[in-house]
């Protein structure tokens, strides 16, 4: 089974758009990371945030919001006013600490494409 | 540098030749993590270095894998008698504290592997 699904492969949407990317993740551990990169065109992974699962407080960045709840084990991150040079992959990822090891897995990403 | 530096940053080989792919993690990292990824997919982990030990190998697929951190800096990934399944790009990032600290990793812009 897939430890971190993102369901959405593509999403294309207009400049000033929002937009919803969904992280749905599987875990036994009770202790346990998680984090959203972005990977533009030069391939380069880029850190966007980390949420252990003791904190289930939602964040705001600028533009950017991510909803953590534990129910269902969603992840989700949302882009307010969508601009072109927020076109990229996005990962989420899960990091399990825990009786069952480390392990650190990405999803399969979502290619994000914003058109002016 | 300032960030994490992958050389080469692209890489043809034939099948059946020996590969080695360089990464310079940032400056003081202890962590040093490497990555393949195939094309449309997200990145899988391969191995992982605390300073020169390599405590994690688990994600190696083959014995013709091999990866090196002799004096804790600067990492060789080698790929022996190169397969077309190979071709990937391989990442590499490094972060500040232990694995099991869970700190934001730092990635390179990745080695792009071509077997022909």
Redesign the interface.
């Known amino acids: 089974a897939q430890k971190v699904t993102q369901a959405q492969t593509e999403i294309s949407v207009v400049e000033k758009e929002d937009v919803t990317l969904d992280c749905v993740y599987e875990t036994r551990d009770t202790t346990y990371y998680l984090f959203w990169y972005k990977q533009p065109p030069s391939g380069e992974l880029v850190f966007l945030i980390r949420r252990n699962s003791f904190d289930e407080q939602n964040e705001i960045s600028g533009r950017y919001s991510w909803n953590f709840q534990k129910s269902t084990s969603s992840f989700n991150f949302t882009i307010t006013a969508s601009q072109v040079v927020d076109s990229a992959v996005y990962f989420c990822a899960l990091s399990e600490i825990g009786n069952y090891g480390q392990n650190f897995v990405f999803g399969p990403g979502t290619r994000l494409s914003v058109l002016p | 540098g300032a ?1 994490v530096s992958q050389s080469p940053r692209y890489k043809v080989a034939k099948r059946g030749q020996d590969v080695a792919l360089r990464c310079d993690p940032i400056s003081g990292h202890v962590s040093l ?1 490497w ?1 393949q990824q195939a094309l ?6 391969l191995t992982y270095f605390q300073n020169e030990a390599q405590l ?1 190998k688990s994600g190696l697929p083959s014995d013709r894998f091999f990866a090196e951190r002799p004096e804790g800096s600067v990492s060789t990934l080698k790929i022996q008698r190169t397969q077309q399944e190979d071709s990937a ?1 391989y ?1 590499c ?1 490094s972060s500040f504290g232990d ?2 600290d ?9 080695t ?1 592997l071509s077997i022909l």
């Open positions: 960030g993590f990555y449309g997919q997200g990145p899988e982990f994690d790009v990442l990032a694995r099991e869970n700190q934001p990793q730092h990635f390179g812009d990745g792009r």
